[in-house]
């Protein structure tokens, strides 16, 4: 199931999948959705993250794509982090 919701992904969005990446690596230490807000100076990253790090309606297109793919549990309360860890494997963006 994972990896048919992981190629419909890339397919679709492969920056989403690029961020949800990020996201199950730093799992462990990351609280928010800041940490690509906070990288935009980034510059030697892959293409498809570059793309959401410089812009924020691709980041939240991301995050859509993640969460319609049940990737992501996604906590729409206005707070400073959009997402809650989930403890799916590769599957946490905050």
């Known amino acids: 199931m994972w990896d048919l919701s992981l190629n419909e992904l890339k397919r679709k969005n492969p920056s ?3 961020s949800l990446q990020v996201c199950a690596f730093l799992a462990h230490t990351w609280s ?3 940490v690509f807000t906070y990288s ?3 510059t030697d990253v ?3 993250l ?3 790090l410089r812009d924020s309606l691709r980041l939240n297109e991301a ?5 319609r793919f049940a990737l992501v549990r996604v906590d729409h309360t ?3 982090s959009s997402c809650t ?3 799916k494997p590769c599957s946490s963006a905050r």
Do not use: G, H, K
Not at 63 to 67: F, V
């Open 16 to 18: 989403a999948l690029r």
């Open 32 to 34: 928010n959705r800041s």
């Open 40 to 42: 935009r100076n980034i």
């Open 46 to 48: 892959p293409a498809e």
């Open 50 to 52: 570059f793309r959401v």
């Open 63 to 67: 995050i859509r794509d993640i969460n």
């Open 78 to 80: 206005p707070t400073p």
């Open 85 to 87: 860890a989930s403890s």
